[in-house]
C-alpha cells in the first residue's frame, strides 16, 4: 500500500512538471507582445524596451523559466499583465464561485442520477428503464450552451421567473444568489447527470447480481430493505470514481456556462485572460486547473482502494 | 464493412473446420443485420446521420439561397414560407445557414477525431507492443496531456495557433488525442499476449508484421467504436469554440457562431436560437445512438 502510495504520488509529480513546462512555453507561442498589450498603443520603443526589461521578458526562456516556476511552488503565479492584480489573489477572488458552481451541479446531478438510476436497475427492461436511458442519451447529447440558452428564453425571457444573468454573493442575499445559479447550475450538471445515471445504473445491475444480495434476500429481508441498505452503498463506489474523472469536463463545462450566464467566475477568466493575451493570468490559470485535475485524480484513486480493499493495488489480498 | 473483424476467432477454428468458416461471412452479415433491427432506434439514428452527412456533402445543391446573402429588407423575420427558419439579423436565410452549418460541423467532428487517431494509435501501438522505458515516456506525456480539461487545451491551442476552423480541427483534434492513446495501449497489451500472436511471432514475423496484420485489425472495431463516441464531441467542442469566437470566423455559417449571435436577440428573434442548436442537439443524440448500436453489432468485449 505504501509502495503504492509512494508510486502513484511520484506519477503525479512527474505529471505536473511535464505539465508546467508545456504551459509556460506554449503561453510564450501565443502571437501579440505582452509588453504592447501593458504599454499601450501609443507607447514608443524605450517605453516598450523599460517594460521587457523590468518583467524579465528579454532573458533566455528556461532562465524565465526556471524564475517563474520558484515563485509558482511558493503559491506566485506573478501579477496580471492588465490589472495587475496578483494572479493569485484574482484566483482566490474568482475560485470560490466556480467552486460554489460546481458543487450545486454536482448535487443536482446526484440528486437526478442516483434515483433513476436505482430505479431504472431495479426496473430493468421496462418503461422507466427506457425512460431513464432515453433521458441520459439526451442528457449526454444536449450542447450545454444551447441548454442554457434555451432554458434563458424560457424562464427569463417568457415566463420572467429567473434572472438571465448576473451574479450576486451569497452572504450579500442568499435567495438571489440562488435565484442566479440555479439554471447555470442545472445546465453544468446535466451532461454530468446522465454520465452518472448510466454508471449507477450499471454497477446497480452489477451488485443486485452478487451473491451477498442473494443472501439477502434469502435470510428473508424484505426487497426494500434489502436495495437500500445493501445495493445502493456497494454499487456507489465506482460512481465516486466517475465523478471525480468527470471533474475535468465540469471544468470544461464552467467555462461555457459562465460565458452565457454571465456569472464571474474561474471559467470567464480562462476566456478573459486568453482574449487579453495575459500571460501570467494565463499560466497560472491554466496550471492551477490542470494541477487540481492531478490532484483529484490522485485522491480519487487513493480513495477508491481505501472505499473497496478488494481493489488494493498491488494485488496484495 | 466486414461483421467478422469483431468475433475474429483467430486460427484455430479455421483450421479444424474449414467448411464451416467459409460459411461465416454470409451467417455473420445475416446475424450482424438481425441484432441491428432489433434496435431501431440505431437504425433511424443512423439514418439521421447519414442524412446529415448529405446535406454536408450536397449544401450547395440542396439550399438555392446563398447562405450568406444580406437582405436588409428582411432582419430577424419570423419563420415563413420563404423562410421556414425565419431570418437572422442580417436578413440571412437561416434554413440555408443551418444547412451549410452542417458542413462546417461535420468537418470538425470527423477530420478532428481522424487527426486523433492518426497520432494516438500509432503512439499507442508503439507503447503498448514495446512496453518499457518509451511505454513510461508515452504514458506520462499522456498523463499530462490528459490533465489539461479537454476544452481548456483547444481553447489554449486555438489562441496560439489563431481562430480559424482548421486550427479548430486541429485543437480539437490534439485534445482528442490521449484517449486514443491510451485505448490503443491497453487494447494492444491485452492483444499482444493472445496465442495467435505469439504463433506468428513463432513463424518468424517481424515487429512490423505483428503489428500491423495481426494486432491492429483486431483492435480495429474497438477504435471504431470509440470515434462513434467522440465524433459527438467533437461536434459539439467545435460549436463551443466558434461559439466563444475562437472557431469558424464570420460569415461562414457555423452552428456555434449563428448561436453566439443569437444570444443578442433573444426576445425579438429567439428562432435564431432554435434551429442550429436543435441541429447539434439532433446530430449528436443521432450519433451517440447510432453508436450504441454499432458497438452492440461489433460486439467488442471492452464495452
Known amino acids: ?317 | 464493412m466486414n461483421p467478422g473483424v469483431g468475433s475474429a476467432d483467430p486460427g484455430t477454428a479455421t483450421a479444424v473446420l474449414p467448411a464451416a468458416a467459409a460459411l461465416e461471412p454470409a451467417a455473420g452479415l445475416r446475424r450482424g443485420w438481425r441484432r441491428v433491427l432489433r434496435r431501431p432506434a440505431s437504425v433511424v439514428g443512423g439514418v439521421i446521420v447519414i442524412v446529415f452527412v448529405a446535406l454536408a456533402l450536397g449544401a450547395p445543391w440542396i439550399v438555392r439561397t446563398d447562405p450568406t446573402a444580406t437582405d436588409w429588407s428582411q432582419i430577424r423575420k419570423a419563420p415563413s414560407v420563404a423562410h421556414p427558419f425565419g431570418t437572422d439579423d442580417l436578413g440571412r436565410d437561416m434554413l440555408a445557414r443551418v444547412v451549410w452549418g452542417s458542413r462546417v460541423s461535420m468537418q470538425a467532428g470527423v477530420f478532428s477525431i481522424l487527426l486523433a487517431i492518426a497520432v494516438g494509435v500509432p503512439l499507442g501501438l508503439v507503447a503498448g507492443y514495446y512496453r518499457g522505458a518509451l511505454d513510461q515516456v508515452v504514458m506520462r506525456l499522456t498523463d499530462a496531456w490528459l490533465a489539461f480539461p479537454f476544452l481548456i487545451l483547444a481553447i489554449g491551442l486555438v489562441t496560439i495557433m489563431g481562430p480559424s476552423l482548421t486550427n479548430a480541427t486541429i485543437a480539437i483534434g490534439l485534445g482528442a488525442t490521449p484517449t486514443y492513446i491510451r485505448l490503443t495501449r491497453g487494447l494492444v497489451l491485452a492483444t499482444a499476449a493472445e496465442d495467435y500472436v505469439q504463433g506468428a511471432r513463432a513463424l518468424g514475423a517481424r515487429d512490423l508484421r505483428l503489428m500491423a496484420r495481426h494486432i491492429l485489425p483486431n483492435i480495429f472495431s474497438s477504435l471504431l467504436v470509440q470515434a462513434t463516441v467522440a465524433i459527438p464531441i467533437a461536434i459539439i467542442a467545435e460549436a463551443v469554440l466558434s461559439f466563444l469566437g475562437l472557431g469558424v470566423q464570420p460569415p461562414t455559417p457555423s452552428w456555434g457562431t449563428m448561436l453566439n449571435a443569437a444570444q443578442q436577440f433573444l426576445e425579438s428573434a429567439p428562432w435564431m436560437a432554435w434551429w442550429p442548436g436543435l441541429a447539434i442537439f439532433v446530430l449528436t443524440l443521432s450519433f451517440n445512438v447510432a453508436g450504441d448500436g454499432l458497438r452492440d453489432l461489433l460486439d467488442p468485449k471492452d464495452y
Request: net charge positive.
Open chain 1, 1 to 317: 500500500m505504501v509502495e503504492f502510495l509512494i508510486r502513484r504520488a511520484a506519477i503525479s509529480i512527474v505529471t505536473l512538471i511535464v505539465i508546467s513546462v508545456v504551459v509556460f512555453t506554449g503561453v510564450r507561442m501565443i502571437p501579440g507582445d505582452p509588453a504592447r498589450v501593458m504599454a499601450g498603443t501609443d507607447a514608443d520603443a524605450a517605453g516598450l524596451e523599460e517594460i521587457r526589461a523590468k518583467y524579465g521578458l528579454n532573458d533566455p526562456i528556461p532562465v524565465q523559466y526556471v524564475r517563474w516556476a520558484a515563485l509558482a511552488l511558493q503559491g506566485d503565479f506573478g501579477r496580471s499583465i492588465r490589472t495587475r492584480d496578483p494572479v493569485s489573489t484574482t484566483v482566490a477572488r474568482k475560485l470560490p464561485i466556480t467552486i460554489e458552481l460546481a458543487c450545486l451541479s454536482v448535487l443536482i446531478a446526484l440528486a437526478i442520477a442516483i434515483p433513476a438510476g436505482v430505479l431504472a436497475a431495479v426496473r430493468r427492461n421496462t418503461a422507466w428503464d427506457l425512460l431513464a436511458s432515453g433521458a441520459s442519451l439526451c442528457g449526454v447529447s444536449v450542447p450545454n450552451f444551447w441548454l442554457g440558452i434555451m432554458l434563458i428564453l424560457f424562464f427569463s425571457v417568457r415566463l420572467g421567473w429567473l434572472p438571465a444573468s448576473g451574479f450576486v454573493p451569497f452572504w450579500e442575499s442568499p435567495l438571489a444568489n440562488v435565484q442566479r445559479m440555479v439554471m447555470p447550475a442545472f445546465v453544468l450538471g446535466t451532461a454530468l447527470a446522465a454520465v452518472l445515471m448510466r454508471q449507477t445504473r450499471n454497477s446497480m445491475i452489477n451488485v443486485l447480481g452478487a451473491d451477498y444480495i442473494r443472501t439477502a434476500y434469502s435470510k428473508g429481508l424484505a426487497g426494500r430493505a434489502v436495495i437500500f441498505r445493501h445495493a445502493i452503498r456497494n454499487s456507489l463506489i465506482p460512481v465516486v470514481t466517475i465523478l471525480g474523472l468527470q471533474a475535468g469536463a465540469l471544468m470544461s463545462g464552467a467555462v461555457v456556462t459562465e460565458q452565457i450566464f454571465v456569472v464571474p467566475g474561474f471559467g470567464r477568466l480562462i476566456v478573459e485572460a486568453v482574449f487579453t493575451r495575459d500571460y501570467p493570468l494565463v499560466q497560472g490559470v491554466v496550471l492551477i486547473t490542470a494541477s487540481s485535475y492531478v490532484l483529484i485524480n490522485l485522491l480519487v484513486d487513493l480513495s477508491y482502494s481505501l472505499l473497496d480493499p478488494r481493489i488494493r493495488i498491488g494485488g496484495r489480498p
